[in-house]
DNA sequence: AAACTGACTGTTA
DNA sequence: GTAACAGCCAGTT
């Protein structure tokens, strides 16, 4: 890692600026940082994130509103989403029409 | 340097 | 609504 402004570090930046009880998207994040076709390094640097991040990285899921996370990752995206009032079912599912941040 | 990986997405059927 | 596929590209090995 280095001093430059790198993918990583738009990254960091754009999902700390997503609000408190709202949710984007993967692609969305992408587009932000000036690489629309780069979705699924999103997913890469917030696999990544150091331990003890402050990030609000349970607040992005995927295109189709569900949470791309799986078994007890998906649980622990889901309780950190309905702790600030999204509604999330037991399968991952949110209403983007309802809680999409919106620029 | 080359190969591999995958918290994604758009298109097609 | 589903599923398969190809492109994608920063990080990691």
Redesign the pocket.
Known sequence: MTEQD???QRIWQIVAAIPYGKVT????IARLAG?P?????????????PRGSKLP??R?I???GEI??TGDNLDR?RQALLAEGVEVSAEGRVSLSRYRWEI
């Open positions: 790198t993918f990583q998207t993967y692609g969305e690489s076709r780069a979705a699924r390094q999103v997913g890469g640097v917030l696999k990544r994130l990285w349970y992005v995927n295109r189709m791309s996370l995206q």
